[in-house]
């Protein structure tokens, strides 16, 4: 058994569920999610127990393709988030009346695919037929399951589609020059490429094109709020949680091991990148006026820090990045998912008409306050772990790194809470409020034990990704090249 | 076996706060309340044995627990250390928790959400009891953001009060300004030293130290100054000094008895706590220490002065509050860090005293916290008046109530070290006399200015509410006696952790004997004052609209908050309006520009495709003509 | 060689059939044909022979791209007889035609002789001539017929007198003995004045800038089956044999030459892609997508050698996959008096499948994986990076974007707008010929070492 | 024969044709009758016969004559063709003007 079983269970769950009906088609879905979920942990045993899960195909000679998918403890972590968010995300959708539910479905399990298959694949070219792939599941979701005035929404999903689908061409661009350099597409060999540094900062640029848009780093992030606020909640889960991690852990894979001369001639200016969006994106957030825009606009935020981690080259910056896409995954889905909540109750997204739930829906205000929580990093919470280890390595760098990263504390915390006074305390509300049902309950109970479970014991996880994150490391700073 | 303890330490309250989120509501009417109680209770005897132990034995219990996460060189362990610092703590905090909680019983009697409350208030116990005592910096931080959330949860409790929710978010903010400094603090200790634990940080810096050059140790040294100013930054924001104090009479909004507890006894002496615990950085730092003690003595003058003209019962309360906290960093600042617990204990007690004795005023006017519709109380409820009076009087150093010792030792370090820090303490404490004491006299004496309808239900609280108040009041009488001038228990018991001091102990000569004197005369002129203003005069303060001048500015807190709002809050929300109305409509505007630009061509271009047979042909041939003679040109044909 | 011959006997019976009264029978009888011409000519596979006199040459190259032709033309004929169901008595002319048509383009790609090459492009465009004005009664079906003949017989012109100078230089109409004498040293101007001529005439039968003005009005004109031929069939035809030409007589091509296709290429690419953004009219749509596509193409040509597989790869993915979008937009406008957008509204509520082969095939044609789209443009961007030529492969990139613009708006419309008419069932024929068409599509998509292995 | 060409220059004759066949290619341009741009392009491929005669006499190669025949027998079925679809136009527009074929544009 190998990863392979995992991607080949998401795509079956994919045609299943749009084989088993519109009525049968999220129960389908939900069981493929938690039968790919438990191989993936499986798989991730197999991998602790120091056997190789890795697996390499020859797809063809000529071109060199490999199939190749990589067992390491960076992408069996990001599988995982995968795995594991999928279940959450279809369960939050239980109880929403969901027209053509077997395409919906289809089209989440089909994303979870692609989005798998981006984290695991060592091979170039595999790699990017992923990362295109797992773009058109969510545009369709986007585009049909969405919300809001149809020309509104047809205009932020087709510019969305458009940004990023441009953004990854030059990254397919500078793969097809690494091929022609190193006849192959493989991983291990395009990062013992011995590259001038022009061409590296080529190479550099081209990737974060793809990444910047992807994640996104500001100003290039015009697409993300609006797309987070049409997309129907799901989307936007699987947008903010897992999609918008594959440009980070693309970042760590692909970027810094194939131009490590560019990544630390332009270390500096890729770091105020990071920190130009938490700034940027928690000042924006401070004035939201709709809910969903509010948390993109923190996402946007918090993906900043990360990128600012990853950007700085040293362990805790790379191992930081990883804890907090982790925590940062399932913080945002539990967000979101008391978002869309609040949005299916009260019908509105605006914030100033919310408000006074408090009273009425107790269970969910523990939840939701529990997951403002983590989203402003309490200690003992997953994501304080995560941001603590990148502010340091932010500290490592420049103390003024830090302190301005660290402001996501301040102003993190200011943006959260006072949506959530608004949006949950006051007088009571004048409209019925039903507290959360069984399935958004249990989602938000797992997201809750993941948080605090991690938050307290990191450790499971920092092993599991410490040999990569040090091989990565090597790759970096260790000059050319060896492997 | 010690690991065991200790988690029943730690856990008691993490278990009754689990217990009353799941089940409190089931548990009976006053069910919650008493789980709760119970369950600090448990804490209090664990402590208590151990604070036994440590008298005998002096030494420390230290237990890993686990280890949590690492960075850098840095390896993390959720750690408790119990020494005497930290026993020292635990005893006021477990011990004032528990009567705090059995007041709230009946306090909270009546709320519908009061499963919660005790709920909080027990989480709030774990995270005090975490804060004091972890090993290392890193657990203390997450003790210290805790409280900070209960904190946060606990003024809020109310939550139907927009104000209120204003005024917990306020809180956590302004704490979380500090947390950061913190933050950076400890990054720097972590950077510096490879580790945070408090056993191990001052061997590393010796030993870096002794490696280094002349040079470079000034360098060594000027860099852990800053970690001392970070960390300082954090406690300011804790323990509620300039500039961030504001949030803390703010904080009054949340019930009584959480002011009482968090807001005067435990969670604001948080940062003399760490500054304590982190001495031997801070004494490396004199600079830093200069810092905090000039912050200090402002911030306790600048707070008695507000504190002087306040109408609400509990606002008097907080400024005083901060104003003594000021004086605690004063001590810290000079150096006396015994001398500044000695005074979070008596603080603690009398405060503690004073809140609840507010708490049962209030209780019996229904909510009705201004001082000028009371008055003429003592006649209802003469057990809150009696307790009340005695800790007004330990607050104003009136011998030989607790804060009079605790209050002199300060002034006296201040007066060997630094004559105008001693002035400004001295004026601070007069005013304290002052406000405390109007306090008294508006509230207790004359006659009762309320509505008749509260004069009809006016009583003495029940027990559940006066025996905490008499515990505390007899505490806040005698427990000056743990340092009693020239025989300090305290100074002893604390002395393997701080060391041997360089100021050691006064020894009582004239000066000091004088300088007594000097502070108790000061006492009773400020209630002197407040007699003949008050009771003699029978002024009441005017209602709001009245005060002029220096009066107005006084009672408007000079306006401070107004000030933040203009000069942080305003701007900042300005400019995310501005990113978010004219920035990222721009910015995307920029990114539709080009597909309107590409558009725009397409349609030009439309024009250029006539359908006429002619034009296609011209083009035809143009193109030909200009393929050749490029080709010509270029001489390759 | 045997194809050839078929493939034009094929197109006499259908003409006999029609005279047996056997009218029903033409189309299938036609696709049985071409299936056992298609046999015939992938039996040729690795043969490397000549025939009458070097007349026509069969080598893999020949035999890769007839049987695309062959394919595709099996493809296109089979829905004749719904499209013509109004006129089905000249059923018989309409197939035999687009069957001879079929043996010009075997003749294009497999010619050994500059004569055979000369017939071949015409047979291949008076059958285009006629089929494009094959509606009479329609004045824009004229028109397209119209210009069509007119700059279609201009252009031939200009081959014609390309071939002359050639032949005025070498001595010879033979292709093998062409490329000996080219590479002697000395070789008068006339020779390369011939192949610029030639060039400019291939260039308009693939519909590059600036001599592409033809193509939308043209493609718009014409009955939509026609469309679709000329806009898979007959574009991959000539781009082949513009290649078969240029590599055929081993025409040293010079840098400054290979400037020329290289702003070539970039002007059709962008000037395609930015028309098409703005077409209301899916015909017309597609049709600057096929000039931007030419401009694609074009990129192979950087570098001669070893590219003709990129180009097959990528000529048979775009054919097959507007083939099948061909298939759905005939369906869709089958009963409507145009092909304008706003048909195709709803109707992916209306019918999914066809839908989704629509969409599948724009994507494929936008190049996004794992259709054989992305595979073929990628080999030819690597083919371009390889070839040392950049900025091609960034002006490919950027439009490549702009593309996505007007594929997409195809797909909004069918998925997002509500339907103007009641749902009527599809015919089940377009239905196939479309999955056909896109599951090659996709199995190209599986094997992209035909990049580079075929020929 | 081959003395005359010798006399004249093969040059010669390709000027000539150039110049005919430019004739041809300014009649496409210039007029707007159909059958004078037919007539035209006529000029323009006969032209190229011309050469192509020249060439064959040139290289004392048969080859190019044969070609004459192949693409005067072209030349003959695409007038065929084009005049059919000119009958149709007419029919429909009462006009040969190709200035009139502006339906397709944009």
Known sequence: ?483 | MDQTYILLLLLAPLAGFILNVFFGKKAGHNGAGYLATFAVFISFCVTLMYFLQINKTATPVQVNLFEWFSFGKVTVNMGILLDQLSLLWLMFVTGIGTLIHLYSVSYMHDDENRHKFFAYLNLFIFFMLLLVTGDNLLVMFIGWEGVGLCSYLLIGFWYKNQDYNDAAKKAFIMNRIGDLGFLIGMFIIAYLTKTLDYAQIPDAIKFKLSLLQEPQQMKFISALSIAALALFIGACGKSAQIPLYTWLPDAMAGPTPVSALIHAATMVTAGIFMVTRMHFLFDLAPNVQNVIAIVGAVTSIVAATIGLVQNDIKKVLAYSTVSQLGLMFLALGLGAYEVAVFHVITHAFFKACLFLGSGSVIHALHGEQDMRKMGALKKWMPITYITFLISSLAISGIPPFSGFFSKDEILMTAFHENKVLYVIGSVASIMTAFYMFRLLYLTFFKDFRGTEEQKHHLHESPALITFPLIVLAILAAIGGLISFPGASWLNQYLAPVLGAKEHGEHHLGTTEYALMAVAVIGGLIGIGIAYAKYLKKGEVPPADEEMTGLHKVLYHKYYIDEAYEFLFVKPINALSTFFRDTLETALSGFVYGFGKVTNAIGDQGRLLQNGSVGRYLFFFVMGMVAIVSYLFYNKIV | MNTLLIITGLGVLCLLLEILNFRKGIVPFTVVGLLVALGVTMNDYGLQKGFYGNMIVVNNFSVAFSSIFIVLAILLISMSDDFYRREHAKISDFVAIKVFMLAGAVAMVSFGNLSMFFLGIEVLSISLYILAASNRMNVRSNEAGMKYFLLGSFASGIILFGICLIYGAMGTFDIAEISELSSSAELPDWFFIGIVLLTIGMLFKIAAVPFHFWAPDVYEGSPALTTSIMSTLAKIVAIATFYKLLTGMNAQLSVAYEWVLLSVSIASMTLGNIMALRQENVKRMLAFSGIAHAGYMLMAFLNLANSASVLWYYAAAYALAGVAAFAVVLNVCRDKQDENIYNFNGFGKKHPVMAALLTGALLSMAGIPVFAGFFAKFGLFMHAINAGYLVVVIAAVINSIISVGYYFKLILAMYTKDALDPVENPKPIYVVVAAIALLLNLAMGLFPSLVNNLI | MGNVLNQIGIENYIFLCVILFSIGVFGVLYRRNAIIVFMSIEIMLNAVNLLFVAFSTYHQDAQGQVFVFFSMAVAAAEVAVGLAILVSIFRNLNSIDIDNLKNLKG
């Open chain 1, 1 to 483: 058994m190998d990863v392979s079983i995992v991607l080949i269970l998401l795509f079956a769950g994919a045609l299943l569920s749009f084989l088993s009906g519109d009525k049968w088609a999220s129960k389908t879905a939900l069981l493929t999610s938690v039968v790919a979920l438990g191989a993936s942990w499986l798989v991730l045993c197999k991998h602790n127990a120091k056997e190789v899960v890795g697996v390499s195909y020859l797809w063809s000679q000529k071109p060199n393709i490999h199939v190749a998918l990589s067992g390491d403890g960076l992408s069996l972590a990001m599988l995982m988030l995968t795995t594991a968010l999928l279940p959450l995300i279809i369960l939050s959708t239980f109880g929403r009346n969901i027209q053509n539910a077997k395409s919906f479905y289809s089209l989440i399990m089909f994303m979870g695919f692609a989005m798998a298959g981006t984290f695991l694949a060592l091979d170039g070219f595999v790699y990017y037929i992923f990362w295109e792939l797992a773009l058109i599941p969510i545009y369709f979701i986007a585009l049909l399951w969405g919300s809001g005035e149809h020309k509104d929404r047809q205009r932020a999903v087709v510019k969305f589609f458009i940004y990023t689908f441009a953004g990854s061409l030059f990254m397919l661009a500078a793969f097809a020059y690494l091929y022609t350099k190193a006849g192959s597409f493989m991983w291990t060999d395009l990062a013992k490429l011995d590259l001038s540094k022009t061409e590296q900062i080529w190479i550099f640029l081209a990737f974060f094109a793809a990444y910047a848009i992807k994640i996104p780093l500001i100003p290039f992030h015009t697409w993300q709020a609006a797309v987070y606020e049409k997309a129907p909640t799901a989307g936007t889960m699987l947008l903010s949680g897992i999609m918008l991690k594959m440009g980070l852990y693309s970042i760590l894979r692909w970027q810094l091991p194939i131009a490590p001369l560019a990544a630390k001639s332009f270390m500096v200016i890729f770091i105020w990148f990071g920190l130009a969006g938490v700034l940027y994106g928690s000042v924006v957030a401070l004035r939201q006026k709709n809910l969903k825009k509010l948390l993109a606009y923190s996402s946007l935020a918090h993906v900043g820090l990360i990128a600012a981690g990853a950007y700085t080259l040293n362990k805790d910056g790379l191992s930081g990045a990883v804890l907090q896409m982790i925590s940062h995954g399932f913080a945002i889905v539990g967000l979101f998912l008391a978002a869309d909540i609040i949005i299916d109750r009260l019908q509105t997204r605006e914030i100033s008409e919310m408000g006074g739930i408090r009273s009425q829906a107790p269970k969910f205000t523990s939840m939701f306050m529990i997951m403002v929580l983590a989203s402003v990093a309490l200690p003992t919470t997953f994501n304080f772990v995560g941001e603590f280890t990148v502010l340091y390595s932010l500290f490592f760098k420049k103390v003024w790194f830090a302190i301005i990263g660290g402001l996501t504390i301040i102003l993190g915390a200011y943006y959260m809470l006072k949506m959530f006074q608004n949006v949950m305390l006051g007088e009571t509300n004048k409209k019925p409020f039903r507290d959360v049902s069984w399935s958004e309950g249990l989602t938000f109970s797992i997201i809750i034990a993941v948080t605090f479970f991690f938050g307290l014991y990191p450790k499971p996880i920092n092993d599991l990704i410490a040999p990569s994150i040090h091989q990565i490391m090597f790759l970096i700073h260790s000059g050319p090249r060896l492997l």
